[in-house]
C-alpha cells in the first residue's frame, strides 16, 4: 500500500486527485494539505510514502517544504504537481529533493505513473516535462 499525501492550496484540486487516488487498491490517501506548514507537519504525524506538492502554496512555498520534508524525512519522496511549466521551476523543485515532476493539465496521463515509478526508487518527468539545465 503506498501511503501519499496531497499538498495543494485548492480544495477543488486536492478533493479531485483524492477521489481519483482512492479508486486505486494499492492507494491510500493519509492525509490533505494547504499549505507547506501544514505538509512539514503532516508529513511527521502519518508518515506517508508520496508527498504531491504543488508549488505555490503560502506562507512556505512547494519548494521550500520540499527541501525541508527531503531533509527531515529522507525516506518520503515528493512528485512535484504544478501548472509551472517553465524549466526553472522544475529545475527548483528537483534541486529541493523532489523525486517527480507533472504537470497538473497532464495528471490523468501522468500521476499514477509518476506514483508508481517514485515510490520503486526512480525519477519521474511527465510527457512535456524538460527541466533545463
Request: with cysteine.
Amino acid at each position: 500500500m503506498i501511503r501519499i499525501v496531497i499538498a495543494d492550496d485548492h480544495p477543488e484540486i486536492r478533493s479531485a486527485w483524492s477521489m481519483f487516488l482512492r479508486s486505486h487498491a494499492n492507494i491510500i490517501v493519509v492525509g490533505e494539505c494547504t499549505n507547506g506548514q501544514e505538509v512539514i507537519d503532516k508529513v511527521r504525524e502519518s508518515q506517508p510514502d508520496i508527498v504531491l506538492m504543488d508549488i505555490n502554496m503560502k506562507p512556505i512555498s512547494g519548494i521550500e517544504a520540499t527541501r525541508k520534508l527531503t531533509d527531515e524525512h529522507p525516506d518520503v519522496k515528493v512528485i512535484g504537481v504544478s501548472f509551472h511549466t517553465s524549466p526553472v521551476y522544475i529545475r527548483k523543485m528537483l534541486d529541493a529533493g523532489a523525486r517527480g515532476y507533472v504537470f497538473k493539465y497532464a495528471v490523468v496521463e501522468d500521476l499514477l505513473n509518476a506514483i508508481e515509478e517514485v515510490y520503486k526508487g526512480n525519477i519521474f518527468l511527465g510527457k512535456d516535462v524538460k527541466p533545463g539545465n
